[in-house]
Structures are given as C-alpha cells and as structure tokens.
C-alpha cells in the first residue's frame, strides 16, 4: 500500500546544533504536511507544501519538498529546548484525499 | 476561537465493556477524522466524515468499532466488547478544506 516513511525514529540533538528529519514516499505525492507534537499533547499542524521543489520557511524550521514529490525534508537550525517533541509528516496521495502520517521522529534536547 | 474537543479525556473500561468517545469539531469544519495513537507509535487512520457524504470506514480495524456524526458536527466513536489491544489514545482532528488538520487533546483509553 501507500505508505510515508520517516527517518529517523529518534533524534537527540545538543542544544544549538542544526538536525533534519527525512519523510520518503514511494509514490508521488499530492502535497505533504508537517505536525508536531510535544510531550503528552496533541499533533499541531506547522505547514503545507504543495509545489514541486517547494521552500517554506517558519523562523528556524526549513521545510522542503522535493522535485519529484516523493520526499520532504524538515530542518531545525540551532535547536532550542522548546523544539522537543515529535515530528510528524503526513501526506495525501493523488488517488486519495487520506493523510497517511510517516512514524514520526522524536527529538530530545541535551542542554 | 475554541478548537475540537474531546469527551472523556480519559477513559478506564473492563474488557468487554462498551465504550463511547466524542467529538466535537471546530464549528464550519466539514471533515472530521479519528485517528488511534498506540504509546510512542504515529497515528492510525480510523475513519473520516466530508459533509453529508458516505463516511470512509477504510480504516476501522474490525466491525467493533463504528462511527458516526450528527448533523455534519458531532462526532462520536463507539467500541464495543473492548479488548486490552484497544487501549491507546483516540484523537479526533477536524478540517475546513481536506487539508490542514486541528486535532483534539485526544481521549486516552485503558482496558483493563
């Protein structure tokens, strides 16, 4: 089936340091999302990229889509404590108008 | 402007008790969506609402679990004969246009 992976599960990151969290599609993708979801809360939307090759820009969040549609990409430039949590991307294919969310990578902080 | 809702926050149940879980959207949002979120996993796509469209059962796990919505706003998600495996947090998330989704605080279900 349709399936949105993500890569990878697991970021731990030292305070200050830049990470990137990858979101893969096997098939070409309508547009793709971005949630996050802190400790114990619930996920809460970031952006939408639509276009191919698609550059968004939210403060110290880049968020990426990639020429072919198949792949996103989200990166995090001098990670604070307050960028803890999990992040998911979640895309809608052609044939479907379903959110299929990738595992999400969690992200903790080391101060 | 107040978000969706969810009732119970949480929820302890016998297995094989019947449990009821409720939505409520943001208002004007035609699309409603439950989703399963087992501890530490991503989200499991249950079932979605458009309007007064057929609902897309596709996702439903097995027919003890059902659905429905009244009057294109309240939701509400019903489980029955509860098995351990169930338990997990249930979130509801409404949209305006298929697209961005506003999910709730979700209601955390424990079978014991």
């Known amino acids: 089936g349709q399936q949105v992976m993500q890569i990878p599960q697991y970021q731990h990151v030292q305070e200050g340091e830049d990470f990137t969290t990858y979101c893969n599609s096997s098939?070409?993708?309508?547009?793709i999302q971005w949630y996050k979801q802190r400790p114990g809360g619930h996920p809460v939307f970031l952006i939408q990229?639509?276009?191919?090759?698609e550059v968004k820009k939210q403060k110290r969040l880049t968020f990426q889509f990639g020429e072919a549609k198949k792949n996103s990409s989200l990166h995090i430039t001098a990670t604070q404590t307050t960028d803890v949590g999990t992040y998911f991307c979640?895309?809608?294919?052609?044939?479907?108008?379903?959110?299929?969310f990738g595992a999400g990578t969690t992200v903790t902080v080391r101060a | 402007g107040a978000g969706v809702s969810q009732s119970p926050s949480n929820k302890v149940t016998e297995k094989g008790k019947d449990v009821e879980l409720r939505c409520d959207p943001i208002s004007g949002h035609t699309a409603l969506y439950w989703y399963r979120q087992s501890l530490g996993q991503g989200l499991e796509f249950l079932i979605y609402f458009q309007g007064n469209s057929a609902p897309d059962k596709s996702g439903l796990p097995s027919d003890r679990f059902s659905a429905e919505r009244t009057g294109g706003s309240v939701s509400t998600l019903t489980i029955q004969r509860t098995q351990q495996e169930d338990s997990a947090v249930y979130l509801c998330a409404s949209s305006p246009n298929r697209y961005e989704q506003y999910f709730g605080p979700g209601t955390r279900l424990t079978v014991t």
């Open positions: 098939t070409t993708l309508s547009n």
């Open positions: 990229l639509v276009k191919s090759g």
């Open positions: 979640a895309g809608t294919f052609f044939n479907d108008y379903k959110l299929s």
